[in-house]
């Protein structure tokens, strides 16, 4: 029985998740996001700050496993930094706007980094523990993969639950490309604009299963 709901706990929400992040996300990434624009990543994410009158905001380059940012701080991949395609210059730019949000709700964008940082960690040590629980007899082989398919549903529902936080961010950005000349090109904007609002529903799905499906 208990095999059962934990399965149904972490199927459920999973799935849902997947087939949110294709209609909502990856169809209008594949779609939009392979041109280029006039600007680099960090040049967006540079005018984007500025633009929204924000504090001082250290901008770096590095790579780094997770998402990091604060009110003061913000790190990006070289990869996205260096980019003119659109996709990473909008990524970019959803990450200016999650710093913006920390200097209002410094707390709420915290606790959204650590569920994303979890998403990863999470499963990865259930998933451990179960296959040695399995192992060494103490726990039988099909309720070691419900316990991990249920620590993925529950990652999941985390993920979901500090969503709003990453939504607010892409509207932000959205909203300065529409009201304020950040960018020189309408046609650059538009696309922008639809990529920073599509982003801002990729990570719903834990780190640690994210790549399937891409």
Not at 90 to 99: F, P, R, S, W
């Amino acid at each position: 029985m208990i095999t059962k709901f934990l399965l149904m706990l972490g199927l459920l929400p999973v799935i849902a998740s997947f087939l949110a992040r294709k209609f909502l996300c990856d169809r209008i990434v594949k779609r939009e996001g392979g041109g280029e624009v006039s600007l680099t990543g960090a040049e967006f994410a540079d005018r984007i700050l500025k633009r929204a009158g924000a504090s001082p905001v250290d901008i770096s380059v590095k790579a780094r496993p997770f998402l990091r940012l604060g009110p003061g701080e913000l790190v990006l991949p070289p990869s996205v930094a260096s980019s003119r395609t659109v996709r990473e210059v909008a990524e970019a730019g959803l990450l200016a706007g999650m710093v913006l949000m920390a200097q209002r709700q410094k707390k709420v964008v915290a606790w959204r980094t650590w569920a994303l940082k979890f998403s990863w960690a999470g499963p990865v040590f259930a998933s451990v523990v179960m296959i040695f629980a399995s192992v060494v007899g103490r726990v039988s082989p099909s309720l070691s993969i419900a316990i991990i398919i249920g620590m993925l549903g529950m990652t999941t529902i985390l993920l979901w639950t500090t969503l709003a936080v990453e939504r607010a961010a892409a509207r932000v950005v959205a909203d300065l490309l529409t009201e304020t000349a950040i960018v020189n090109r309408r046609s650059e904007a538009e696309q922008l604009t639809a990529l920073v609002k599509a982003l801002g529903w990729r990570r719903i799905i834990p780190g640690a299963i994210a790549w399937i499906g891409k």
